[in-house]
Structures are given as C-alpha cells and as structure tokens.
C-alpha cells in the first residue's frame, strides 16, 4: 500500500475536498494540513477550532483570515505558524495549493498578496522541503483570476523551483496606502490552540 507523511498547505481556500479525500484515505497516507484562507467565504467550513476527526485529530491546522492581509500577514504566519508546524511533523512531501485570488488585483478574496509576497511563501516552502524531506514539494496551481497575476505567479514559483533568484512582478505592491490588519492576535490564538509556543 502507498504511504506517505503528506504536508498539505493551501493559501487561499480550505484545501477544497482535498482535506476529505485524505480522511477516506487516512489507513494509506498520514497527513497534516495547514490552510490560510479567506473567512468567510467557500467552501464555509474550516473555523480555527477544526483541528481533524476521529484518528485525524489533531492533523489540521485552520487559518482563517479575514479580507486585507497580505505579504506581511502571510509572511509571519509562515514564519510563526506553518514552518514550526511543519517541524512537528516531518512530512515526507509537500503538496502546495496556490490560489493566485490572493493576489491583491484579482476581485475575489479580498486579499492583499503581492507576486512578490507569493514568491517569499514559494522561497519558503522550497527551503522547508530541503530541511524536512529532501526537496519532495508539489505545487498545484487551483485559482487566480487576474491572468496578469496568475502567469507571472507560476512563472515565478517555476523559476524558483529551478533556482532561479530573480523574478517578475510588473503590478508591484498595492498602491492604495491601506495597511494591513494586525496578525499577531491570531497567530497568539494558533499558538495557544496548538498547544505550541514557536
């Protein structure tokens, strides 16, 4: 049978019948999940409190984020909150949803990530993977609507998979003057839920 310590991690949305597929499949694959996703929103589940079912409890970890956060948000929370996480429990791969309607242009989030950000999470994940499983990291592209974002954004996570440093990001930041919402609330709360202090 196959088996696998799979790392789960989605940027946008809450791992959309991904996280259920691994449950009916849980006697195979060992898995943990860590989602930041736009509260509320699609598909309606995942509170902060959700933290797996019957023998899978324990595995998820919900981070659920109202409209506004972007690359500085993301970049703590990976920092605070998934690579500790992701430490704990030693995957064997990880599989990466990347939602591009967290781009700060695309209309449907109402998130604040820049390509610049998006590549900080991609430099991040690539390097966990060195660290935790010898490189093993799938990245599945699942939304943006933007195709200015969205083509720029996977090029980008390609070239840094290829080792490449340099990446394009013709939108830039956003320009609106509007800060971010403060993240250190909830990455206390995650901390305390987890029974982890990073």
Same mark, same amino acid.
Not at 2 to 21: M, Q, S, Y
Not at 61 to 79: R, T, W
Not at 101 to 117: E, F, I, K, N, T
């Given at each position: 049978?196959?088996?696998?310590?799979?790392?789960?991690?989605?940027?946008?949305?809450?791992?959309?019948?991904?996280?259920?597929?691994?449950?009916?499949?849980?006697?195979?694959?060992?898995?943990?999940?860590?989602?930041?996703?736009?509260?509320?929103?699609?598909?309606?589940?995942?509170?902060?409190?959700?933290?797996?079912?019957?023998?899978?409890?324990?595995?998820?970890?919900?981070?659920?984020?109202?409209?506004?956060?972007?690359?500085?948000?993301?970049?703590?929370?990976?920092?605070?909150?998934?690579?500790?996480?992701?430490?704990?429990?030693?995957?064997?791969?990880?599989?990466?949803?990347? #939602?591009?309607?967290?781009?700060? !242009?695309? @209309? &449907?989030?109402?998130?604040?990530?820049? =390509?610049? %950000?998006? +590549?900080?999470?991609?430099?991040?994940?690539?390097?966990?993977?060195?660290?935790?499983?010898?490189?093993?990291?799938?990245?599945?592209?699942?939304?943006?609507?933007?195709?200015?974002?969205?083509?720029?954004?996977?090029?980008?996570?390609?070239?840094?998979?290829?080792?490449?440093?340099?990446?394009?990001?013709?939108?830039?930041?956003?320009?609106? #003057?509007?800060?971010?919402?403060? !993240?250190? @609330? &909830?990455?206390?709360?995650?901390?305390? =839920?987890? %029974?982890? +202090?990073?």
């Amino acid at each position: 049978p196959l088996t696998a310590h799979l790392l789960l991690i989605d940027f946008v949305e809450k791992l959309l019948g991904r996280v259920d597929l691994f449950v009916a499949l849980k006697r195979s694959l060992d898995h943990h999940s860590v989602s930041a996703f736009v509260t509320p929103f699609y598909p309606g589940t995942g509170a902060i409190g959700d933290t797996g079912v019957d023998g899978g409890a324990g595995t998820t970890l919900n981070i659920p984020l109202p409209p506004g956060h972007g690359d500085a948000s993301y970049a703590a929370l990976f920092e605070h909150v998934i690579a500790p996480a992701a430490r704990r429990f030693q995957p064997q791969v990880l599989l990466v949803s990347v #939602g591009f309607d967290a781009h700060w !242009v695309d @209309p &449907l989030a109402g998130m604040r990530l820049s =390509l610049a %950000g998006y +590549a900080q999470l991609t430099r991040g994940l690539k390097d966990l993977a060195q660290e935790l499983c010898g490189g093993r990291i799938i990245f599945v592209v699942e939304g943006g609507y933007n195709l200015d974002a969205l083509s720029n954004g996977v090029a980008n996570i390609a070239r840094i998979l290829l080792g490449d440093t340099d990446i394009d990001d013709p939108i830039g930041p956003p320009d609106d #003057g509007m800060r971010e919402p403060d !993240v250190q @609330p &909830l990455i206390a709360r995650l901390r305390d =839920l987890h %029974g982890r +202090a990073e």
